[in-house]
């Protein structure tokens, strides 16, 4: 079983890279076009996958390890949402008022 670890490494390494690309947005692709990387990482075993994962995809580097979120999470922490609840509000107590 031990003799079959660096394939299965090897696979898994290939397996993943390969989906890490289709998953990554082109406009993150650095290099080469996507497709390129697609077929770079599976003729080369090896080769292919290590060279995806350091130098084919642009890396989000953040100081606390974790990736700030660029959209909002939920409505109650959008502004612009806040803003349009707080207008109806006034919206219907004007119109309670008269």
């Known amino acids: 079983m031990l ?3 660096p394939f299965l490494l090897i696979l898994a390494l290939t397996i993943y890279a390969f ?3 289709l998953n990554t947005p082109e406009e ?3 290099h080469l ?3 390129v990387w697609v077929i770079i990482i599976l003729l080369f075993s090896i ?3 290590v060279a995806w ?3 084919g995809r642009q890396r989000v580097r953040s ?3 974790r990736a700030r979120r660029t959209q909002w999470v939920a409505p109650d922490d959008n502004p612009e949402f806040l803003k349009s609840l707080r207008d109806e509000q006034e919206k219907k107590d004007r119109d309670d008022k008269d």
Do not use: M, N, W
Request: with cysteine.
């Open 47 to 49: 080769v292919g996958p």
């Open 33 to 35: 076009p996507k497709v």
């Open 3 to 5: 003799r079959y670890l």
């Open 28 to 30: 993150d692709v650095k």
């Open 19 to 21: 989906i890490d690309c």
């Open 53 to 55: 994962l350091f130098a």
């Open 63 to 65: 100081g606390g390890g």
